[in-house]
């Protein structure tokens, strides 16, 4: 399994941008999508995450009513919709995918992180 991520860069505080997790191998099923960051000297924090038939949505408290999740299940990709960015938020964003793959087991995989930066 491949997870692709796109969409970082460098914003100014107020600006948004949009990220993208692909997911493409061995998938019978998706069951969990999450978007987590790191920033320099920290641990890395659940941002957003939402299950596989889209029933269940979680925001971090920070970035709620700014940041918006959505996943595209036929494409099997999910998406993060970031407003209102602010400084705090500069960190390298990471996806997460749980599945199923064809042989019934579940896997874990992380993607290779993005590099969000939002000057002041």
């Known amino acids: 399994v491949q997870l692709v991520e796109s969409g970082g860069g460098l914003v100014q505080a107020g600006g948004s941008l949009r990220l993208s997790c692909a997911a493409s191998?061995?998938?019978?099923?998706?069951?969990?999508m999450g978007w987590y960051r790191q920033a320099p000297g920290k641990r890395r924090e659940l941002v957003a995450s939402?299950?596989?038939?889209?029933?269940?949505?979680n925001y971090a408290d920070s970035v709620k009513g700014r940041f918006t999740i959505s996943r595209d299940n036929a494409k099997n990709t999910m998406y993060l919709q970031m407003n209102s960015l602010k400084p705090e938020d500069t960190a390298v964003y990471y996806c997460?995918?749980?599945?199923?793959?064809?042989?019934?087991?579940?896997?874990?995989?992380w993607g290779q992180g993005t590099q969000v930066t939002v000057s002041s």
């Open positions: 191998g061995n998938i019978l099923s998706i069951i969990y």
């Open positions: 997460n995918v749980r599945l199923r793959g064809w042989d019934l087991s579940n896997y874990d995989y």
């Open positions: 939402i299950t596989g038939g889209g029933g269940s949505i």
